[in-house]
């Protein structure tokens, strides 16, 4: 019987979230992901359209918040 490897790998993107649309986090041809501003809860996002076998393990913030309406 053989044993099926699984090769893990970090990747760290620094991005910019858009406070008014969704932001693509691109990690390469088949890794990705969207983030969008929930429109009913002020500074939350909400990540959708995952492409690819990832998991995604940390988020962290500059801690530059905006003001909600």
Avoid: H, R
Avoid at 47 to 56: M, R
């Amino acid at each position: 019987m053989q044993k099926e490897m699984i090769y893990k790998a970090v990747f760290v993107q620094k991005t910019y979230l858009s406070l008014t649309g969704k932001t693509i986090v691109c990690f390469g041809e088949n890794l990705e992901f969207t983030v969008g501003i929930q429109k009913k809860v002020c500074e939350t996002f909400c990540v959708e359209n995952i492409k690819g076998d990832l998991e995604i393990t940390k988020i962290t913030s500059t801690g530059k918040f905006f003001k909600c309406p």
